[in-house]
């Protein structure tokens, strides 16, 4: 089954711990992204990769760290997370100028 | 600055009826849009697409217009269904490094 894998689902955390949220795609797509959802602001982006070993901020990437050694892998780090970090994450993926597939989202709470 | 918003963040419909779902965009030069769905619990899923040199784009109940002359657009569903209660969100996708999503619209079908 075509689909983007998110993990944990769930996560509490403690402000300064690092944390790594994985993100796996089984479709070959060469884009890549992180989001944050939050109430009242919709999806922002955080960071995209259009291919391996190529990454760009997005509107919001002050905090997090990503990478693409492989195609279908793009983790979404976070080195000191911050209780402003509490938010739910989405990973998505798609081939160029067409439709993102979503994960189902990783709940992050800092406390 | 750029922006794309929903006109009512809440919307309820009584089951069977047509729903209308807005959304406006301030980019004259946005070509490419598409209308998302997300079901509580779970991540946007692909709805419709459409591009700049269309006004109308049909799928399977649902229906997607485009005026660019006002910058709006607006998703139509037919005679809804249960399944249809998420939340909706359009998106400007000049490019997938530049996807802009609106805030949301909340659907609620009333059986």
């Known amino acids: 089954e075509a689909q983007v894998t998110q993990n944990p689902r769930y996560l509490i955390t403690v402000t300064g711990k690092k944390l790594t949220v994985t993100c796996s795609q089984n479709?070959?797509?060469?884009?890549m992204s992180w989001y944050r959802q939050d109430p009242g602001l919709g999806l922002r982006q955080i960071y995209y990769?259009?291919?391996?070993?190529?990454?760009d901020k997005g509107d919001v990437p002050e905090g997090y760290k990503v990478s693409r050694k492989e195609k279908r892998n793009f983790p979404l780090i976070l080195e000191s997370p911050s209780p402003n970090q509490t938010s739910l994450y989405f990973c998505a993926s798609s081939l160029f100028n067409s439709p993102l597939h979503f994960g189902n989202g990783t709940r992050l709470t800092v406390t | 600055g750029e922006s794309v918003g929903l006109h009512l963040p809440t919307l309820s419909v009584q089951e069977g009826d047509n729903s209308i779902i807005n959304c406006a965009y301030s980019n004259s030069a946005s070509d490419y849009f598409i209308w998302y769905k997300q079901e509580s619990g779970k991540g946007p899923q692909f709805i419709i697409d459409?591009?700049?040199?269309?006004d109308k784009r049909q799928g399977q109940r649902v229906t997607v217009l485009l005026n660019k002359t006002v910058k709006h657009l607006s998703l139509q569903i037919a005679a809804t269904q249960p399944g249809d209660s998420a939340v909706y969100f359009c998106a400007d996708a000049r490019g997938n490094e530049k996807l802009t999503f609106g805030t949301g619209t909340r659907l609620t079908i009333i059986p």
């Open positions: 990769s259009m291919n391996v070993e190529v990454t």
């Open positions: 459409i591009r700049s040199n269309m």
């Open positions: 479709m070959n797509h060469e884009y």
